[in-house]
């Protein structure tokens, strides 16, 4: 009798805490350690998206780069169909980040010494408006922040050229294949020869010497 009541009693305790603890299922997304996440998007064009995912990923408080396609009319655009022109996207990276880890200063700091600002409508060998720089501010605050880094930059530049990326309001984002994202890990010896056969490199260090990214 003892035992009936023993397991009555503990199947009775064990229902209560189930029905009083969230399933995981059941944590909001965003959510970590209890806490939420606040989270915040930033979005670059610098050329070719595989060359634009690395220096993101590697800064602490980055959560997540995404390369896609931004900027143009075209709904849903293929690779194929950016790449050939006339869609009016550009290749961009989106990148997630944590605001209270790095800040969008940082973010654009990063962004200017890893493109040529001084072209129009191209990106070291690759040519076409589809390859053109260019920040999409999120809002007023980062339009501020991108137009006040562009005047900073202008005056402290190590170059002769003119700065001649463009400030734009961020729009639809369509994500590209599955293919496409972070090429630079799944094909590194083509990313390589890509890279280098496309003097990214060699011209990063003519701008910025130092400070070129990589």
Known sequence: MRSGVTAFLFLAVITLFAAQTPAANDIAPGRKGGAVMQTEIATFAGGCFWCMERPFDELQGVISVTSGYTGGQTKNPTYEEVSAGGTGHAEAVQVVYDPSKVG???????????????????????????????????????????????????????????????????????????????????????????????????????????????
């Open 104 to 214: 969008y200063a940082k973010l654009l700091d990063v962004f200017w010494h890893n493109i040529d600002p001084t072209v129009s409508n191209r990106q070291f060998c690759d040519v076409g408006r589809q390859y053109r720089s260019a920040i999409f501010y999120h809002g007023d605050e980062q339009r501020r922040l991108a137009e006040q880094s562009k005047e900073a930059m202008e005056k402290g530049k190590p170059f002769q050229g003119a700065i001649v990326t463009e400030i734009t309001q961020a729009g639809e984002f369509y994500p590209a294949e599955e293919y496409h994202q972070h090429y630079y890990r799944k094909n590194p010896v083509r990313y390589l020869y890509y890279r280098t056969g496309c003097g990214r490199d060699q011209r990063l260090k003519e701008l910025w010497g130092a400070k070129a990214g990589h």
